[in-house]
DNA sequence: CTCTGCGCGATTTTT
DNA sequence: TCGCGCAGAG
């Protein structure tokens, strides 16, 4: 297609946007404006207007977006476009580092730490210096240091601004954590970022070549990145200026992994020439469901302002349905979605949004009971389920022998009699000598090992040699096969008869065709990329929208996605908003943008759900709907909520109905009749009762 | 060394 | 409710 093509298919404000080639450009627009059409076309037009597609970088906030806009823009403007670069900010930098990593003290098939490898990192450290892990809980202290990280504070930097033995307790880890990092030859999500940072900052030769390479970057999303990322474009865009960042400042929600929204706010007032576009149609929505999101959205004070509005049909209007348990409220659902069904929306068209992963049971149970082909994007991400992240552990130790952390993992799966104190020892004598535990194993004749364990360890070592040379060049999914059949893995760890064991194999299943899709797709593929590539998946890129079955998903992984059809379920105030974000006014605030981004994934028909009693770790509690009802119009509701709130249900939430009713064990509930408790917690409000 | 069972604590979102 | 860490028996 040519340049006059591209822009035939797009609005005169989107058609200014493709048209700006040169200086910082940012477009500012609300949801479903087509922002993500319009940085799409801009890349197709700037290569129709001359530019080389190798000069390109787009950044996107999933794997899988970078993949839809690579195929959108090809169909453009066709082959070209395979030259121009596409991916997450974490995958373009660890591709940059893979280039560099020895610069910085790593090699090129330096291994990425997930989030749960690296709290089990921070454990072990916390545990091996004999800190009470009540007062340094690993999942607060990896924020943290991730923060830092962010910040490019260093551990010497943070101590030094210490004011609190804690404080400088956690310096310690920190440094720790770097050390054990770097020795394992590892890497972290915030190390890929600063790292690469870091590499532009302390070699400006290196930053010329890749101010050279990407002359024309474009940002989607831009509301939801961090400072560090604005740093690192900043750094990357430094010598030609040409930047251009979408987002939507309303839709800001991953404010807890650092993103921050002053970096869309004032682009501007950074980027001096800064050309801004606001895109002012929306083209997703019907009159209604845009007209419920935007009176939500208004209630938030600290925002830019947005005129936003569709040409297109009324609609329907939103269904409220109010049910009284969470099970209810997800059969609920499933009648709805046949209904929706009958009238010709296909299931694949329609979305279950909630606010937490373990709101996906209850639908999951209803959707089975129901018969209704279901998919639960996100809650136990394929790639962390233990038995795939054992076997990406054999290969770990295959790519990066330095690799202790991924060694301890499987030395001993299949059980193979090598037990903790062995483990122990081999730990302590590779750090000690600053080796690796592969390196040391060699000389294990001469430390202090019970000769049973010794064996087994020799036995081991042998095994991994053979592994080692059998998969020489060999591909991933032999190299996995390899792996398999010289452990005995499936035999030793899994009974056919048990339906969890078939599940779990079918994983492994899953896993080998996918490594053999990548050996086909990367002719010189090799493990490391394949580990670095894997290591970067979330459960969205898995997720093909081909098959006909309803999704499940949170509100957080649905962004940038739009449904025919959407049901927000489980809108109580405690759980959207959640309970945790109620204390400050910015966190409020937060949960209304993602309230929002919610309500407008639905093109045709939305349906918002809640429940009067909320499931909590067993036991349940009484629950009024969400404040974020409250502010959409009645009108725009085909039916009035029977359940009438108020302020003064919102101020006073107490439902003192455990507390004064428990008697012999048996209660009066008001929803459920006549219960039986089995034990209570807490007091007051915390009042839990196990029923 | 391995396996089982019991008690305890936790509230979220994910590259 | 569920996933963990730990103790104690085989
Ligand atoms: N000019 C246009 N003509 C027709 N359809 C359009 C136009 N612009 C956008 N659309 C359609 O509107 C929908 C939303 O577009 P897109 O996803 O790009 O919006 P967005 O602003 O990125 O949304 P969000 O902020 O919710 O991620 C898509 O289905 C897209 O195809």
Known sequence: MDKIGILAELNEKQKEACQIIEGPLLILAGAGSGKTRTITYRIAYLIASGINPINILAVTFTNKSAEEMKQRVQSLI????????????????????????????????????????????????????????????????????????????????????????????????????????????????????????????????????????????????????????????????????????????????????GADIENILSFDQVYKNTKTIRLEQNYRSTKYILKAASSVIVNNVERKGKTLFSDWKNGEKLNLIESYSSMEEANTVMEEIKKLNKRGVSLGNLAILYRTNAQSRSLEMAAQKFQIPYIIVGSVKFFERVEIKNIIAYLNILANPKDNMSLLRIINVPTRGIGKKATQTLEFEAHFKGKSILDIIPNIASMDIPSRSIKAINNFYSMYIKIKNNSKNKGVRKTIEIILEETDYIDKMYNKTDPESVSRIENIEELLNSANEYDIINENGNIETYLQQVSLFTDIDRW???????????????????????????????????????????????????F????????????????????????????????????????????????????????????????????????????????????????????????
């Not at 551990?155 to 050390?179: D, F, G, T, V």
């Not at 379920?569 to 966190?587: R, T």
């Open 78 to 257: 066709g082959d070209r476009s395979n030259f121009m670069t596409m991916g997450t900010f974490h995958s373009i930098c660890s591709r940059i580092l893979r280039k560099h990593a020895e610069l910085l003290g790593f090699t090129s098939n330096y291994a990425i730490y997930d989030q749960k490898d690296s709290i089990n990192l921070i454990k072990k450290i916390i545990s091996n210096l004999d800190l009470p892990k009540e007062t340094f809980k690993p999942k607060r202290i990896k924020n943290v240091i991730g923060k830092l990280k962010r910040e490019l504070v260093s551990p010497e930097q943070y101590e030094k601004s210490a004011y609190s033995p804690n404080m400088l307790k956690i310096a310690i880890i920190y440094r720790e954590y770097i050390k054990y990092l770097k020795l394992n030859n590892s890497m972290d999500f915030d190390d890929l970022i600063s790292k690469t940072v870091l590499l532009l900052e302390k070699y400006p030769e290196i930053k010329l070549y890749y101010n050279n390479k990407f002359k024309f970057i474009l940002v989607d999303e831009y509301q939801d990145t961090n400072r560090i990322q604005f740093k690192l474009i900043n750094l990357l865009s430094d010598v030609y200026n040409n930047i251009c960042v979408v987002g939507d400042d309303d839709q800001s929600i991953y404010s807890f992994r």
């Open 544 to 594: 093909k929208e081909v098959s006909d079955r309803v999704n499940m998903m949170t509100v957080h992984s649905a962004k940038g996605l739009e449904f025919t059809g959407v049901f927000v379920v489980g809108a109580m105030d405690g759980l959207f908003p959640h309970i945790i974000n109620l204390e400050s006014n910015d966190k409020i605030e937060e949960e209304r943008r993602l």
């Open 596 to 691: 929002y981004v919610a309500l407008t994934r639905a093109k045709e028909y939305l349906t918002i759900t809640y429940s009067r009693t909320r499931d909590f770790h067993g036991s349940i509690n009484p629950s009024i709907p969400s404040r974020f009802i409250k502010e959409i119009p009645e009108t725009l509701f085909k039916n009035k909520p029977y359940f009438k709130y108020d302020n003064s249900l919102l101020e006073e939430p107490k439902d003192n109905i455990f507390e004064t009713n428990i008697d012999n064990n048996l209660a009066i509930h008001p929803v459920f009749g006549k219960i039986r408790v089995i034990k209570t917690t807490g007091n007051g409000d915390q009042k839990r009762a196990y029923i």
